[in-house]
């Protein structure tokens, strides 16, 4: 697995993490447990603005990753919540790159940048209710599911027949509490 350089993202860098969480979060994957049934990945479509906010808001920031060729393969969004807690969200990676560590060192570097910077001691991100694999691998890196769910958007996604129960599931993070 190849070395990572992490820096925060300036407002110059909107348009390329723009195209990285598109092309992550669109991606049609025929893996079980992904939104292909659903057609989420194809009404995706968030606009650049939405990571300019992230970017120039007070205790928020897009994290991104590059190879050693200095090309974005990996983005996260991380804003501090209070003194203790910690968001993770919009994590992506290249699709060409996807299933390769790169995920799981985009994550750690974000936590590690969170207790550093804001001194948080507790994580919390969400997934996609129907996501089990990304349940799943969230499991694996140390979150626990705090038996709450936030509303799916569905005004969103009007044109599309979405299951009742469609949530987000949250989870949070003990920090030092890594289960690997």
């Known amino acids: 697995m190849n070395e990572l350089n992490f820096r925060v993202a300036t407002e ?46 007070p205790d928020s920031v897009m994290l991104m990753a590059t190879n050693d060729q200095n090309i974005l393969v990996g983005a996260i969004g991380a804003s501090k919540r209070n003194a203790n807690y910690g968001r993770l969200f919009r994590l992506a990676v290249d699709t060409s790159q996807q299933r390769g560590g790169i995920g799981r060192q985009v994550l750690t570097y974000a936590e590690d940048y969170c207790q550093r910077t804001w001194g948080v001691t507790t994580m919390g991100l969400d997934a996609l209710s129907n996501r089990q694999t990304l349940i799943s691998w969230y499991l694996r890196c140390g979150y626990k599911t705090t038996g709450e769910t936030t509303p799916f958007p569905r005004e969103k996604f009007k044109n599309l027949a979405l299951p009742d129960d469609l949530c987000f599931v949250e989870f949070e993070k003990i920090m030092g509490m890594d289960s690997t």
């Open 12 to 57: 110059e860098d909107a348009a390329q993490i723009h195209q990285l969480v598109e092309s992550a979060f669109r991606a049609k994957d025929s893996r079980k447990g992904w939104t292909d049934d659903l057609n989420l990945h194809s009404n995706f479509r968030p606009e650049v603005q939405e990571i300019i906010d992230i970017i120039i808001k």
